[in-house]
């Protein structure tokens, strides 16, 4: 695998919208969905288990563990995962509050898929540079 290949995450209850970013996002050069999970739990699941992507693409309402309290966990025990929300609410006082508890984007459901791309790109982590090598 390439080092600038950019691992992520695919958390959302609906299954066939997980599946259809999945397969959006295999289509864009440098990224991997490393797995896929239904809310927050199944999640941390993985992550426990050492599965540990770069960003996380998560839906904010989910049952068990929803957007929001995942984005609090991951800020205390896993501060090198970020985290790109994605929902249907367009609340500017909602997405303040998420950026605000950590998470590193925003993307409505209705998003274009160069704006998936941008924002998985602006969330990842910065990449050691070739001359830092």
Avoid: C, W
């Amino acid at each position: 695998m390439n080092t600038q290949t950019i691992r992520l995450a695919v958390v959302d209850d609906h299954i066939l919208f997980r599946k259809g970013l999945r397969a959006l996002i295999s289509g864009f050069a440098g990224m991997e969905v490393l797995f896929e999970a239904g809310d927050g739990q199944e999640l941390l699941e993985h992550l426990d288990q050492g599965v540990v992507p770069d960003v996380v693409l998560m839906d904010l309402q989910m049952p068990v563990l929803d957007g929001l309290q995942t984005v609090r966990l991951l800020r205390a025990q896993y501060p090198r995962v970020r985290v790109v929300i994605i929902s249907m609410h367009d609340e500017p006082e909602l997405i303040d509050s998420l950026h605000s508890e950590g998470a590193h984007g925003y993307l409505l459901k209705n998003a274009n898929p160069e704006e998936v791309r941008g924002a998985i790109v602006a969330a990842a982590p910065p990449r050691p540079s070739l001359a830092a090598l």
